[in-house]
């Protein structure tokens, strides 16, 4: 059964740092791009980072570069978000994403690009 499995999330102090992981099974991870979006209580779901199919590419969302870095092994069939300085706003349940590809050198933060989603996990900021 194909399926994402995220983990890494928790309660974690402002300023602190979680690594997220984003385990894929069934998929050929390397036809895909990925994605790292998050939704926090009563808002949209946003996306926050991607990576491309070749690695080469990575975008971030405003708010989190400089801080967040998004990384991946086709190998082994995971993905990574590392979060660093953490603050309340980073608080949302985060999910990984895969959007198949055609373009090695392309990933997006849009949604309904993606159509492969893990269930989530919680990442929560406070003291």
């Known amino acids: 059964q194909s399926q994402l499995v995220e983990s890494g999330g928790g309660l974690v102090h402002p300023g602190g740092s979680l690594r997220l992981s984003c385990a894929a099974s069934?998929?050929?991870?390397?036809?895909?791009?990925i994605g790292w979006f998050r939704q926090a209580p009563g808002k949209e779901r946003e996306g926050v980072s991607c990576?491309?199919?070749?690695?080469?590419?990575?975008y971030y969302v405003d708010s989190v570069k400089g801080r967040f870095t998004i990384s991946r092994d086709n190998a082994n069939n995971m993905a990574w978000l590392q979060m660093n300085s953490l603050g309340p706003e980073d608080t949302a349940v985060y999910y990984c994403?895969?959007?198949?590809?055609?373009?090695?050198?392309?990933?997006?933060?849009?949604?309904?690009?993606?159509?492969?989603w893990g269930q989530g996990t919680q990442v929560t900021v406070s003291l």
């Open positions: 994403a895969l959007d198949v590809d055609r373009d090695f050198n392309h990933c997006s933060l849009s949604m309904r690009e993606y159509g492969v």
């Open positions: 990576i491309s199919r070749s690695d080469g590419i990575t």
């Open positions: 069934g998929f050929t991870l390397d036809l895909y791009s």
